[in-house]
């Protein structure tokens, strides 16, 4: 089983950056895909990012193309969403998530495993 930690969430104000963290447990890392969702108040969880497992290939949703860079380094067992341009409406507590044997992987259900979640607030 795959355990899985986010940091990095915090307070930043509009047109900041902030890089959240994901730390995983586990021997078979390297062969999940991984994905990052945000859920804010009262909204659905929404798909953000996903990277296949060995890095080459990934995946924005359209809302943060151009400003989210997602990454990883299997040899840390770590991924990363590196967050630029932030907007107020990127407010959400972000989830990172662990996919095995599918791709694309864009939807809450394609996804065996989940993180606690680490909050982020951008501020007007």
């Known amino acids: 089983q795959v355990q899985l930690v986010e940091s990095g969430g915090g307070l930043v104000q509009a047109g900041g950056s902030l890089r959240l963290s994901c730390a995983a447990s586990?021997?078979?890392?390297?062969?999940?895909?991984m994905g990052w969702f945000r859920q804010a108040p009262g909204k659905e969880r929404e798909f953000v990012a996903a990277?296949?497992?060995?890095?080459?290939?990934?995946y924005d949703a359209k809302s943060v193309k151009g400003r989210f860079t997602i990454s990883r380094e299997n040899a840390k067992n770590t991924v990363y969403l590196q967050m630029n341009s932030l907007k107020p409406e990127d407010t959400a507590v972000y989830y990172c998530?662990?996919?095995?044997?599918?791709?694309?992987?864009?939807?809450?259900?394609?996804?065996?495993?989940w993180g606690q979640g680490t909050q982020v607030t951008v501020s007007s």
């Open positions: 990277i296949r497992s060995s890095g080459a290939i990934r």
């Open positions: 998530a662990a996919a095995g044997f599918r791709w694309p992987v864009t939807e809450v259900n394609d996804y065996d495993y």
């Open positions: 586990g021997r078979t890392f390297s062969s999940y895909a």
